[in-house]
């Protein structure tokens, strides 16, 4: 199992933090065009599932997967958004997800007295605490090619 890159926008869509681990390819655009084209199609897929689900969609949409990897979402009642890419095996990753707000993002930025909301996030303890809970995680690991 392992884990490719996370981003994590705001409710507006602004990219506030984005990194990555164990991604082999990259896309070939800027940084700044893939985070739109990401949100831009959990926009429409979040909007796709809320009009066709058969089910109450409260939890909404929580991941796609496709033959080669898996993109998980967690969207806060506050409206941020966290999207982890992994391989297809990773399990456990809405609570993985859920952990990483709650340890992470809470603990480290939004306890932190020199971030502003809807900046990005630039602090240093940040990045290392999130690589470290990352790397700690089950699903963390290198990419058997």
Known sequence: ????????FDKCGTLMHYAEWNRTKKSGITREEEAKLT??????IKSFVSKISPYDPREGFLYYKTNRYALH?????????????????????????QQLYAKVWVEYVVRDPL???????????????????????????IRNI
């Open 1 to 8: 199992m392992t884990i490719f890159n996370l981003y994590i």
């Open 39 to 44: 949100y831009g199609m959990l926009f429409s």
């Open 115 to 141: 971030w502003t909301p809807g900046a990005v996030v630039t602090s240093e303890l940040f990045h290392s605490k999130l690589d470290e809970f990352i790397k700690q995680s089950p699903i963390f690991g």
């Open 73 to 97: 979402y967690l969207e806060t009642p506050s409206g941020l958004k966290f999207v982890l890419n992994t391989d297809t095996t990773a399990i456990n990753v809405k609570e993985l997800l």
